[in-house]
């Protein structure tokens, strides 16, 4: 469960970082390529995909806790 | 008296050429993220193995010679490319086009066939991600065209996965993840060193477009989240201790190579060479991991 949390917090971390930098990129940039519209779509649906995978993940971890602690009860 | 003259180049041939347009040895490290996450799904038949990686490779060299002929243009400009066989003359552009369609198409047919519906489905939608969303959307847009274009070379372990499993499951997610975030830091570290290269093409890579201190950020970022990501499917019991510590290790490695970039451009020196050393590493890296993967799977238990 710490593994977890350690690593979710560093995903949510850097991600947070990727947008900020992102945006700041955007912002900078004054070629033809500053589309910022469209820019900001293309950095933000990896983020909401990776939300969307830690949420299912906190599910596995939640099913495979109960799992090792049924598993336990039928030993004992 | 003069001695004959013997070329040391090697003479291109027709069978060479196709063989180039496969671009074989980006295709070597796709069929290492295949395979290997078929021994982490289960224990796969010689015959699944053998179909799935003529498949994969038949599916990959179709897609790359695919993207030869949409690139043609941009491939004379560039020094890394302008020896391919089209901007050299040495195949015409509707050949190329042919050669890898039909490749692609027995690819479907072998993997739909020898393997399962669902694997060929997938190669398929790598080959689709690759051509139309990547080379023919993405690449001449944005500056984060790696970014997501990355997902075209993540389909391989979904593939590998579904050879045997017949289904993709969170497990199979986080192999693409993997790849999706390994991405960036990989191709910008080339990236960083071709700059001239993609400006005369008029790519808009993120070295050029954003400038190469913030492209460094970002890589030190996804390689961060890079690391973080990778040891997830350990909380959830895919893998144990080895994999555990090869991901930390060899993460740890790829994070300290980038951030020796990220160091030696805030000082100001040529970061150049440190870059070429974490676009080679992180091929390893890469590598690497997945075996940790299968090793786990079969010796950890």
Not at chain 2, 13 to 26: E, M, V, W
Not at chain 2, 45 to 52: N, Q, V
Not at chain 2, 58 to 64: D, I, P, R, Y
């Amino acid at each position: 469960m710490t593994l977890f949390w350690l690593a979710t917090a560093l995903i949510v971390i850097s991600q947070g970082m990727i947008l900020r930098s992102t945006v700041r990129a955007m912002l900078a940039a004054r070629s033809a390529h500053a589309r910022r519209g469209i820019e900001w779509a293309y950095a933000i649906v990896p983020a909401v995909a990776l939300v969307i995978v830690l949420l299912a993940t906190w599910q596995a971890v939640q099913r495979r806790q109960v799992q090792v602690q049924v598993s336990a009860a039928v030993r004992t | 008296m003069t001695a004959p003259v013997v070329s040391a180049v090697a003479t291109p041939s027709l069978a060479r050429d196709l063989i180039a347009l496969t671009k074989p040895r980006i295709i070597s490290l796709l069929l290492v993220t295949t395979l290997a996450p078929m021994f982490v799904a289960g224990t796969p038949s010689w015959a699944t193995i053998w179909w799935t990686g003529v498949g994969g490779y038949l599916m990959a060299g179709g897609a790359n010679a695919v993207n030869m002929y949409i690139d043609r243009d941009i491939d004379t400009l560039m020094a890394r490319t302008k020896l391919r066989p089209i901007p050299s003359g040495r195949m015409t552009p509707r050949a190329v086009l042919a050669f890898g369609v039909a490749i692609a198409t027995a690819a479907t047919w072998l993997l739909a066939h020898y393997v399962n519906v669902l694997t060929a489905a997938l190669a398929l939608a790598g080959f689709y991600f690759y051509v139309f969303v990547y080379t023919r959307w993405l690449k001449r847009t944005t500056p984060q065209n790696i970014v997501l274009g990355g997902a075209a070379g993540a389909f391989p372990p979904l593939v590998g996965w579904a050879a045997v499993t017949g289904r993709v499951d969170l497990a199979s997610i986080y192999l693409f993840l993997i790849i999706f975030y390994w991405t960036p830091p990989h191709f910008w570290a080339l990236a960083l060193n071709k700059q001239r290269d993609y400006g005369q093409a008029g790519v808009p890579m993120a070295p050029n477009i954003w400038g190469a201190r913030e492209t460094i950020d970002q890589m030190v970022w996804y390689t961060v989240l890079l690391v973080a990501l990778s040891v997830l499917p350990v909380t959830f019991g895919v893998f144990g201790r080895i994999y555990l510590g090869s991901a930390l290790v060899l993460g740890g490695i790829l994070l300290w190579g980038v951030l020796r970039v990220r160091g030696r451009d805030r000082a100001g020196t040529d970061w150049s060479a440190v870059a070429w050393w974490v676009y080679g590493y992180s091929l390893l890296y890469l590598a690497l991991l997945f075996a940790a993967m299968a090793a786990d799977r079969h010796l950890g238990a």
